[in-house]
């Protein structure tokens, strides 16, 4: 009776946890596949006429990769950090609300940069220098604001990790995580090509970091 008792309780947790794993799954598969679409974009110093040409020749790919990097990819990345968020609030109630917090802000802002990234795919034309140029700085721009978020909820991660809600090891991709993004954050929102090529090793660790979380969360 006992092992009756219990084991649908079982079932019903490994139901309810492996939409986390699928979910940071799905966050490094989105973010695959948008590279993979459109590989490379324009540098943040690019003029007018270069955004305009670059939305003209690429309309579809950049849409594509909009709905896919700040799309998908942000529901998945709120639908981890709320299950981190779940499994932690009853040890650590302020790094999970933190945590909580700072992926809903990452996925606002996501969506503001698909709103701006649809656009320039759908309405730039190759003399449309000024709203090339407007829409780029709206998305590089927010991506600067997304960043520091994503900075709060991999420093909150730590604090989570300590508390033994994340294994050891994603406090010490939080750690560096945080100290790449910053620089980036910065680099995006002032428009710095000089401090902006740091988001390329922070998007890696955020792939490792989201992907971890949403899988080791998964078990508990």
Known sequence: MTALSTHPSIETHGRASRPLAIAGIAYVSAWAIGLAVQPSGPAL???????ARHYADN???AAVQSILVHGIAAVALFAVTAGVAR?????????????RWAGAS????SAVQMAAGLLAGATV??????????LFEVVSRVDGLKMLALAVMAAAGVALARRAV???WLA???????VALVPAAVGYLSMSTTLAPAAAPALLLLLVWVCGAGV?????
């Open 45 to 51: 110093d690019a003029s007018g006429h270069e955004l």
């Open 59 to 61: 309309g579809t790919s």
């Open 87 to 99: 499994a932690g609030v009853a040890v650590a109630p302020r790094a999970a609300r933190l945590i």
């Open 106 to 109: 990452a996925a606002v802002l």
């Open 125 to 134: 034309d190759a003399d449309d220098t000024d709203r090339a140029a407007n």
């Open 166 to 168: 994340l294994p050891h």
């Open 172 to 178: 010490r991709v939080g750690y560096v995580l945080v």
């Open 216 to 220: 080791t969360a998964s078990r508990r």
